[in-house]
């Protein structure tokens, strides 16, 4: 038997940080060698809110290279840029004809977004999970490793396949369901202002996350004045010390320590100790992720090479899934 496939993607909207990091990529790298690998770079979603033409095509070069420079190992990994292969805006259209509405109007990310968007909301963020299922279906993915905010997301993707292959796969399904793999630490990173909300790109605060391209003076800034608590000795403590615990969870993942070790030598130190620590072991852990995407971007050649090999062998693929789509829908082979 074949080794299972995974697929996953970032958007490229603004910089990549520890979130993107240690929800996602890190345990792409980690588990690349037992699967069979998709990476791509979401430049379809990335425009469901506004975007700067200007700046979209750099940004998605970006996310590129900070794949390779985060471990990601063409041996076993493809990346690929989601635009490049058309298939995903075709396998959307054919998906949302058999889509409901309300299963859309249901997701967190949707109503959260719809908010911050106003009154004129596009039809492209409602639509946004089905492009994801297309992303993720296209490849008959086993695994999908994400955070936990894309948990519904990942749930709406198989209840989309199984109504698929309940409505035209009878004789054999069409599409496989795909399991989500989501790891416990590190699936939810909490911003550095607000340790009860979630790290994020959109969030109007550079103070609220460490970016993987900061460099040293804005790792120690952000740190330096992240929220803390008044209480002495820190502790793991996911309801009564939000952050304290996503503070000792950071400095655990990118020290790569276990709970027991972070939770021994943190629990009698006070904030003025800590910070200094946490400040170095996540400059020391994001150096090399530095210094690697730096060579990667100053050979545009080569990452260009990466990218159409990555499409190549994304394409026959996805071409193969969507010409079984349609011929389930009952269309015709074009002569
Ligand atoms: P995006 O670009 O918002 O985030 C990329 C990945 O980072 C994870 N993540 C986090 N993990 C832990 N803590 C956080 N604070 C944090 N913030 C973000 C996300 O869970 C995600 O894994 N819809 C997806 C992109 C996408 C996709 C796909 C993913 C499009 N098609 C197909 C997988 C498969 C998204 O917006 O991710």
Not at 63 to 75: M, N, V
Not at 173 to 202: N, Q, Y
Not at 265 to 283: N, R, V
Request: charged share 25%; with cysteine; net charge neutral.
């Amino acid at each position: 038997m074949g080794k299972q496939r995974v697929l996953s993607g970032i958007q490229p909207t603004g910089n990549l940080h520890l979130g993107n990091y240690l929800g996602a990529i890190r345990n792409w790298v980690e588990g690349q060698s037992q699967y069979d690998n998709f990476f791509c770079v979401v430049d379809l979603h990335a425009i469901t809110a506004p975007h700067n033409p200007k700046t979209l095509a750099i940004d998605t070069y970006t996310i590129a290279a900070l794949y390779l420079a985060c471990g990601i190992d063409l041996q076993s990994s493809n990346i690929f840029v989601q635009s490049h292969v058309s298939a995903h805006s075709e396998l959307t259209w054919l998906l949302n004809c058999i889509t409901p509405l309300n299963w859309l109007e249901d997701m967190i990310q949707f109503k959260e977004k719809a908010v911050k968007q106003g009154e004129n909301v596009n039809v492209g963020l409602l639509d946004y999970p089905v492009l994801m299922a297309a992303d993720i279906l296209l490849y008959q993915a086993d695994k999908v490793p994400v955070g936990e905010d894309q948990k519904q997301h990942l749930e709406l993707t198989r209840d989309i396949a199984a109504r698929f292959n309940h409505q035209f796969g009878k004789q054999k399904p069409v599409l496989k369901l795909p399991e989500p793999l989501i790891r416990k630490e590190g699936a939810r990173v909490m911003s550095l202002t607000d340790g009860t909300r979630k790290m994020s790109k959109s969030d109007p605060s550079e103070m609220s996350r460490i970016n993987l391209l900061d460099s040293p003076e804005q790792i120690q800034q952000k740190i330096k004045r992240c929220k803390t608590d008044p209480i002495r000795g820190l502790t793991f403590d996911d309801g009564e010390r939000p952050e304290s615990h996503n503070l000792l969870t950071l400095y655990m993942l990118l020290a790569g320590k276990t709970k027991q070790e972070v939770a021994t030598e943190c629990q009698d130190m006070g904030w003025g100790q800590f910070k200094p620590l946490l400040a170095e072991t996540a400059i020391a852990a994001l150096k090399p992720i530095q210094e690697k995407y730096q060579a990667v971007m100053d050979d545009k050649g080569y990452l260009e090479s990466v990218l159409r090999d990555g499409r190549q062998k994304a394409e026959a693929i996805a071409n193969l899934t969507l010409s079984q789509v349609k011929a389930a829908l009952g269309y015709s082979v074009p002569l």
